[in-house]
Structure formats: structure tokens, C-alpha cells
């Protein structure tokens, strides 16, 4: 277990306290992008932008959002990884967000990340 993350061994359901958000899918690591592997830019520098997370949870009093929808985080505006052990056994890593400060844009669908370029 590395300091980043901590580890729930028991099967567990967990929700978003009252006007919180947690997302999953968060934006991490290497990507790839038209076929194009773009490096792990986390920590770095270029790491500073903001980045796109899947709804897991949302708490009592939070109406503008609902699971199942991405959100648009500005960069550093979530909390540390958590992993959950779900009922079927699968492990889903979480993070709380700042809502609403912290979104910058919603959308029912997954987004897809372009590059954009003045030398193209």
C-alpha cells in the first residue's frame, strides 16, 4: 500500500457525505491519444491541467450532477486516492472533489481529450 492510497479490505458501499462528490476514472497516467502514447505527466509540470473524472457518488443536497456523468476538474481539486473494495469483489479507486468550485464543465457523456497544436 503505497501513502497515496488507502486500502479497504472489507466489502463496502460508500456514498458522498452531504454536498460532496466522489469521481472515479480520474484522469491518470499514460495516454494514448489518436495512437499517439503522450507520457505520465503527473507531478510534472505539464501535469498542471485540469482533468476529466466519472461521477461514483454524489452526497445529500448535490442536484446539478448525478452518477454516471463526467465532470471537468481544475487541476489539484481533489483529495487523495481511496480504493474500495465493491460487493462484487471489483476494487474502484476514488477521490472527493470540491464541488462546485473545483468543476469546470459537465457532460452525460465520456469525453475524448484532443490535441491541440499550432504547428498542426
Known sequence: MTSQSKKIRTNMNIRALKGKV???DLERGIRVLGGI???DDNGKSEG?????GKVYSVGEGVTEVTEGQWVLIENGRW????T????DGTEVKV???E???AVILVSDE???TEIHSKWV
Request: overall charge positive; cysteine-free; glycine content about 4%.
Open 110 to 112: 465520456s469525453p475524448t
Open 99 to 101: 464541488w462546485p468550485q
Open 79 to 82: 483529495t487523495r486516492t481511496l
Open 22 to 24: 466522489l469521481v472515479s
Open 37 to 39: 502514447i503522450i507520457p
Open 84 to 87: 474500495v473494495k465493491e460487493d
Open 95 to 97: 477521490w472527493g472533489i
Open 48 to 52: 498542471i491541467r485540469p482533468r476529466w
